[in-house]
Each structure stands twice: as C-alpha cells, then as structure tokens.
C-alpha cells in the first residue's frame, strides 16, 4: 500500500523554525519528484516546493523562497521541508504529495494526510 506521512508540525512563534518530514511506505522516493503544499483555512491549497526526483532540482514559492529548504533523504525514504524565520501567514495544514513537479495538486498522484503548523505568539 501506497502511503506518505507527514510530521513536524506544530506551534512556534514568528521567526522560528520547524522542520516537516514526508515518510513514503510502500514505494521508493529515490526518483519520485515530491512536493509541499499548504492548505490555509477558506484559502485553496497552495504548492510551497518541490524536489525533482531526477538530479534533486528545488523549486520554492515566492512567498517561502529563501526561508525554506528541501532535501530528501533516500537512505530513509524520506523528504524534509526545513521552514525557517516563520510568519503568521505560513500558518496552514501542510501536505506532502508525490508525483511531477508541478505547482497544481491534480498534477500529484498520491497525499499525505497533512500535519498542522501554527505561528503565533
């Protein structure tokens, strides 16, 4: 069975730092492009970045470029989104997903179940 699960997410205050994994079971990460998503309350869900699964390319949004930073470790089947100098507006559930790099979620075949992030003083 196809899964990915996310964790890391929790409270922090502005211009903290968390760092969110992206566990696969049930298939290998080695070459599969994986990317980050976040889903604010009454907003759409919003692609953050994404690793390519050929030569590690990354791709970050405008709005997290600079703050945050995607690796993946193939050893451990796992992704990591290290979120850095946090804002209030980065507080949304956070999803990871798996298939072509790409900015829209129809593009992503398999999703995680999301994890929290709050940033708030």
């Known amino acids: 069975q196809l899964q990915l699960v996310e964790s890391g997410g929790g409270l922090v205050q502005p211009g903290g730092s968390l760092r969110l994994s992206c566990a696969a079971s049930g298939f290998s990460l080695d070459y599969y492009p994986i990317g980050w998503f976040r889903q604010a309350p009454g907003k759409e869900r919003e692609g953050v970045s994404c690793i390519s699964g050929s030569d590690g390319s990354t791709y970050y949004a405008d709005s997290v470029r600079g703050r945050f930073t995607i690796s993946r470790d193939n050893a451990k089947n796992t992704v990591y989104l290290q979120m850095n100098i946090l804002k209030p507006e980065d507080t949304a559930v956070y999803y990871c997903?798996?298939?072509?790099?790409?900015?829209?979620?129809?593009?992503?075949?398999?999703w995680g179940q999301g994890t929290q992030v709050t940033v708030s003083s």
């Open positions: 997903a798996a298939g072509k790099c790409g900015w829209k979620p129809l593009e992503y075949d398999y």
